[in-house]
């Protein structure tokens, strides 16, 4: 994983972004988990002007088509990223049927003293940005 960051060289293009949880933990097979990442996107259309071209959530991943109307869409993800993540780690720890809890919670720990670039709370991230593969990317989440 890079620990420089991710670039977005070209804020008007729209990218495909793949995000996965820490260790690839499948916390998305939970309706609530999975509520609070469409809740966030909702909340980043509306007030961030992210426009989602496609959208898929695995159980450990997430793959996005995006792009910005306000040219930031570095900005947006971030914000999307570190609210999103923060959020979701706090249903786990309050979810007192979350049966996995406290490995998870363990998880994420682990992976933030790990590398300093990935707070203990954040999902990594890679960004493929080709406009002439977005229909296919499309296609095959399709």
């Known amino acids: 994983m890079d620990t420089g960051g991710y670039k977005i060289r070209n804020q ?8 996965a949880v820490v260790g690839w933990i499948d916390v998305f097979t939970r309706k609530e ?3 609070i990442v469409v809740d966030s996107l909702a909340f980043c259309q509306e007030s961030k002007t992210l426009r989602l ?3 898929c959530i ?10 910005s109307g306000s040219y930031d869409l570095s900005g947006t993800l971030r914000d999307f990223k570190k609210f999103t993540s923060k959020e979701v780690v706090g ?6 049927h979350e049966s996995r809890k406290e490995w ?5 720990r682990q992976a933030g003293e790990q590398t300093a670039a990935i707070p203990t709370t954040n999902f ?12 296919l990317n499309l296609q095959f989440k399709n």
């Not at 008007?12 to 995000?19: M, Q, T």
């Not at 695995?58 to 792009?67: E, G, Q, T, V």
């Not at 998870?104 to 994420?108: A, D, N, P, T, V």
């Open 12 to 19: 008007n293009e729209i990218h495909f972004l793949s995000f």
């Open 33 to 35: 988990y999975r509520d």
């Open 53 to 55: 071209h496609g959208w």
């Open 58 to 67: 695995m159980s450990s991943h997430i793959h996005l088509l995006a792009s």
């Open 91 to 96: 249903a786990i720890k309050s979810n007192g």
């Open 104 to 108: 998870m919670i363990e998880m994420f």
């Open 124 to 135: 990594g991230s890679k960004i493929i940005s080709r406009k002439n593969v977005t229909a």
